[in-house]
Structure formats: structure tokens, C-alpha cells
């Protein structure tokens, strides 16, 4: 009887195949924002677990302590905004590894809009990036994505920076309430919360930050003992390219500069919607875009690094080599068939 059960057994592993067998977990540090749509498809649909991966989703509520998180173990990869302190980490000594693309701020597609108290919309006072100057502008924290992309939207209409105050508010939801009671006059958030200010009546889009300034906001990277793994490291990256073409498929294409949707975008925007909190009609607003394979603007990180030291926000550039890593996405796209 014994021996039958054992064979048994045996056939049922063998019929489950090596990723259930071998079903290994990852910590995976995220935002409930859209621009996280990918790693929830990928979550959802079963793409990770069919490389024998299982990620555990660590919510975090700004970008910059997910790459804190990453340095310290805390989590094995992280998937959000590259920020000033994700370099400095590098600086110090830390060793990480961005390896693909997570989300670009591109036109046409909304991700980071700069929102406006409504009053001011709707007397005239705040019409234009322009009509900013000497106004309070809410963000997250100092170095963050946001501070980046207000800074080169700021520079590319004639203002900078110290044109306008800007208040570090930590979280996301802090940044929407200050808007709320008035502390600020704008803020820079990305979906969903552009679109549940409108919703709610306190706020108003002046512009999706993307068409004022397209760049690579948002990426994957490995803390190095997760990108040493070579063979997990791998199986992650499968499951992603899986998840990011079924992503681009489904919500991404355009015709004649309109989204067309595709067979799952209903799917896509549900699961959104499920990991967010946010309602499918503010979902719908708008996905951001990101590389269809997951592969990145390389030369973008250089452009931003040097921004951040002629701010004072780095001491100094790191090379391309000691940061980027584009061989596991590569890899992954050629081993992942369509």
C-alpha cells in the first residue's frame, strides 16, 4: 500500500510540473499605484508561478523607502520611481542592479499629473505651468520622481525651482489631503489619484506631466544577493516580460493616437482596480506606458543622475556599468516566446 502511495506521488509531482515543485517566493517592494499594473497582471494571471516564482507584494507609500528596503534586505526586488536616494544608495557603498522597465512618462499616456486646487482653476489664477510660479506645490519627499520631473518641466518654461515652494508631504495620500484642506495650491501625484481629485470635486488635471516631459520614471531593480541568484533572478524576469506584453497588449495600444483596447483590457483594469482601491472608472482614465519586452531607456538614467548633481542631490555620477543591467531582460525575452 505504502509503495502504491509513493508512486502516486511521485506521478503527481511529475504531472505538476517543476515550478509547483519548486515554487521559490520573492519579496517584491510596490506602490497600489496603476504604474504597478504589470507586476498585479503578472501576480494574477500566474505568470511568475509559471517559472516557479511566487511573489510576496510588500506595499510601500513612496518610492524612495522601497530602495532603503532593497539595501537592507528588506525586500529582494523593488518595482517603483528612480529617485535620488535609490543612487545615493549606490554611492554608499550599496550594491543594486536596475534591470527593467517599469513605467515611462510618455505622451499620450497618463501616469503623473500635476492637479490644481479647483478654485483656482476656476477663477483664471491657475491656467498654465507658468501660473505656478511662487505657488506651494506638494510632493512626496525631496529627490523623489516627482521633485525630478517638476524640476525639468519647471526648467523647459523658463522657472526653476526656486520659483515655486516646494512641501514634502512623505506619502501620496498626504499630498492629495493638502490639496484637500488647501495647504497647497497643486500637487504632482500619479494615477489613480489625479483622477479621484476630479472625482471628488477638489481638484483639477492642469496637465499630464508625461506630455510636458517624457522620461524613464519608474523601473525594476535586484538587490544584489537576489541578482547573484542567477537562475531566480531569471525566472523572475520571465514571469515579468510575460506579464508586461500581456500588459501592453491589453491596455497600451494606440491607433491614431487613441488607446485602443485590447481583448483583456476589461481583465487588466479589474485587477488594477482590486490592488489599488481605486474605482474601475478612475482606473480607466488612463494606464501608463512602459516597453512591451520591459526593456529600458539606459541613456535616461545618465540624463537624470546628472541632473541630480547639478542640484546637489548627488556628489557625483555613477557609471552606467555599476548600475544598469541589461542582460537579464534580454535573456528573459529571448527565452520567453510570444
Known amino acids: 500500500m505504502r509503495r502504491v502511495m509513493a508512486v502516486a506521488l511521485i506521478a503527481a509531482l511529475a504531472l505538476a ?19 504597478s499594473a504589470p507586476i ?27 530602495a532603503t528596503a532593497l539595501a537592507a534586505g528588506q525586500v529582494e526586488v523593488g518595482a517603483t520611481g528612480l529617485t535620488a536616494a535609490l543612487y545615493n544608495i549606490v554611492l554608499q557603498g550599496e550594491k543594486l542592479w536596475i534591470v527593467a522597465d517599469k513605467g515611462r512618462e510618455w505622451p499620450g499616456y497618463p501616469l503623473v499629473g500635476i492637479v490644481v486646487q479647483k478654485e483656482l482653476w476656476n477663477k483664471g489664477e491657475v491656467r498654465s505651468v507658468k501660473d505656478l510660479k511662487g505657488r506651494r506645490i506638494g510632493l512626496t519627499t525631496l529627490g523623489s520622481t516627482f521633485h525630478f520631473h517638476l524640476g525639468n518641466i519647471l526648467e523647459r518654461e523658463g522657472l526653476r525651482l526656486a520659483d515655486v515652494k516646494v512641501i514634502p508631504l512623505q506619502a501620496m495620500p498626504s499630498t ?3 490639496l484637500k484642506g488647501k495647504q ?3 500637487i504632482m501625484v500619479p494615477q489613480p489619484f489625479p483622477g479621484t481629485t476630479e472625482a471628488q470635486g477638489f481638484g483639477k488635471i492642469l496637465a499630464w506631466a508625461g ?8 523601473t525594476v531593480f535586484y538587490a544584489k544577493g537576489f541578482a547573484a541568484d542567477r ?7 520571465k514571469g515579468y516580460v510575460k506579464a508586461s506584453r500581456y500588459y501592453h497588449d491589453a491596455v497600451l495600444v494606440q491607433k491614431d493616437g487613441q488607446i485602443v483596447p485590447g481583448r483583456n483590457y476589461e481583465e487588466v ?20 506606458y512602459q516597453d512591451r519586452n520591459g526593456r529600458l531607456l539606459v541613456p ?12 546637489g542631490f548627488m556628489k557625483s555620477l555613477i557609471p552606467l556599468k555599476e548600475i544598469v543591467d541589461t542582460s537579464f531582460i534580454e535573456a528573459a525575452i529571448q527565452a520567453v516566446k510570444e
Open 231 to 237: 537562475e531566480k533572478a531569471m525566472d523572475f524576469m
Open 40 to 66: 498585479f497582471v503578472g501576480v494574477e494571471k500566474g505568470f511568475f508561478k509559471e517559472f516557479g516564482i511566487e511573489p510576496e507584494l510588500v506595499f510601500f507609500q513612496a518610492a524612495a523607502p522601497i
Open 211 to 218: 506630455d510636458l516631459y517624457p522620461w524613464q520614471i519608474a
Open 300 to 311: 535616461d538614467i545618465e540624463t537624470q543622475m546628472k541632473w541630480w548633481v547639478e542640484h
Open 269 to 288: 483594469v479589474q485587477i488594477t482596480a482590486k490592488h489599488t482601491g481605486a474605482k474601475p472608472e478612475i482606473i480607466k482614465i488612463g494606464f501608463p
Open 176 to 178: 492629495v489631503e493638502a
Open 17 to 35: 510540473g517543476p515550478a509547483a515543485a519548486q515554487e521559490r517566493k520573492v519579496k517584491v517592494g510596490v506602490l497600489k499605484l496603476t504604474s
Open 184 to 186: 497647497v495650491d497643486a
